[in-house]
């Protein structure tokens, strides 16, 4: 019974710690002042209204949707092949491969970014657009490649066999038997890596520049020169946002498969 106490008394504290902060953070952005107060003396909208207001942040809003829409294309275009390749196939140099997929995840986004700029971005004069698609689908890569692996591992590749003895051609079997049954997978890929671009700062503040922008840095930048509790009212959107799909990955996959996996 006491174990059983601590444990609940144990778990609520850390839910508080985890929770508490989202709670003075959505709480504060009602507030009617001028600046971001907690608990807030009167209760308002009109921050939420003033986000459409702020001509950089619908600017920055569209960069980042097409940064991360542009850069997940084209990383499900690299991941799907290298993912499958890694879950059918054994060949030397595979652990080698899977390190390497992976890494961008191990290196600081910092440490990351900064190379990008250094030996990519200055050597070959990109524009920032370019930059950006670079590297923001340098670290969607390892997610879509990890997501549909894991996918992968529990799908049969005896029906794909089965389909190729009959006759069926390996691309034809792979568009109508592969794909069809790791659907689910592919689109939870889809979802984690455009969270962590749309929301990724420490590589794009090297990414970035004069007129050219995402808005996780516009809302850094806002911060710098006003107080009020617009940037509350936005981080309380972004995280409606994200809760709605995390919800959609919960639904295809299930909180079992991460578990699991």
Known sequence: MANRILLTTFTTLVFIFLLGPLAIITAASFGEASVLQFPPDNWSLK???????????????????????????????????????????TFKGKAGLQTFFISPVLIPGIV??????????????????????????????????????????????????AAISLGASRIGTFFRIVLPNIRAGILAGILIAFLESFNNVDLSVFMTGPGVSTLPIQMLTYVENYFDPTIAALSVLLMLLTAVLMFAIERLLGLSYFTKN
């Open 47 to 89: 921050w939420y209204a003033n986000i459409f207001e702020v001509k950089g942040f619908l600017d920055t809003f569209k960069t980042s949707m097409i940064v991360s829409f542009a850069g997940n294309v084209f990383a499900l275009l690299l991941g799907l092949p290298a993912a499958y390749a890694l879950s059918r196939f």
């Open 112 to 161: 990351l970014g900064f190379s990008l700029l250094r030996y990519i971005i200055v050597t070959f004069n990109l524009p920032i657009y370019a930059a950006l698609f670079i590297g923001h689908t340098i670290i969607m890569l390892p997610f879509i490649v990890r997501v549909i692996s894991s996918n992968l591992a529990s799908f049969d590749f005896s029906i794909e066999e």
